[in-house]
């Protein structure tokens, strides 16, 4: 299995507060993605990373934001929670070669 | 507008016999298709992928089939086992630029269950 945890695996916050969701990697894998997972959805890219300080958007990125300081680490930040983004989210992280492996999900429930 | 479609939501099998799950695309300009495996409160898993270059993939109990004219893909797992039962979504991905990341576009999923 490829290196990747997330956490927390599992956060309940309030409409309007901050939460940053972390992604780490033991790979030193070039690339990694947020991913987040809906019923009827499928997941869907909300951002990626193609080097440290080097993202681009996604598919559903608006209200997120990612920072990565480091190789290892991926952050995801909802600035302002909102009830739409109650949701699963995942990492993946990949070589050029384009399979892509996932982490375990974080859970999050915005109330 | 989804660019690919898995139309069946749900499957079942009986144990022993073979699972065949679609998947259909509209972007002529994907060029790698990928099968994961998903089971409840867990991450997705890779099982198996094929490059537009070929027609067919076979890994152990799984093949996938890619037809371009198409615009078909189906995984075939035979004999199919009860722990085979999780949420298995297609995947594909437009080849980029030398250093750009692949962005994969994900079906809705199909839930297989395999009764034993």
């Known amino acids: 299995d490829a290196g990747i945890t997330q956490s927390p695996r599992h956060k309940v916050t309030e409409t309007g507060t901050p939460v940053t969701l972390r992604c780490h990697q033991t790979e030193n894998h070039r690339y990694m993605y947020w991913y987040r997972q809906d019923p009827g959805h499928g997941l869907r890219l909300i951002h990626y990373s193609y080097g440290v300080k080097d993202t681009d958007k996604g598919e559903v990125s608006d209200g997120y934001s990612v920072s990565r300081s480091k190789t290892e680490d991926f952050l995801l930040t909802l600035e302002s929670a909102t009830s739409s983004q109650t949701s699963v989210y995942f990492c993946?992280?990949?070589?050029?070669?384009?399979?892509?492996?996932f982490g375990p999900g974080t859970r999050l429930t915005v109330l | 507008d989804q660019q690919v479609k898995q139309n069946s939501p749900s499957l079942s099998v009986q144990e022993g016999r073979i699972s065949i799950l679609n998947c259909d695309y509209t972007n002529s300009m994907f060029d790698y298709f990928l099968w994961y495996k998903k089971y409840p409160a867990e991450g997705p898993t890779f099982l198996i992928s094929i490059s537009s270059i070929k027609d067919k993939n076979e890994d152990g109990r799984f093949t996938v089939f890619l037809n371009k004219s198409a615009k078909h893909l189906s995984l075939h797992i035979v004999p199919s086992q009860p722990g085979d039962s999780a949420v298995y979504f297609c995947a594909a991905s437009v080849g980029g630029s030398s250093g750009s990341a692949r962005q994969l576009t994900f079906g809705s999923g199909t839930q297989l269950t395999v009764l034993p």
């Open positions: 993946a992280i990949s070589s050029r070669a384009g399979t892509q492996y």
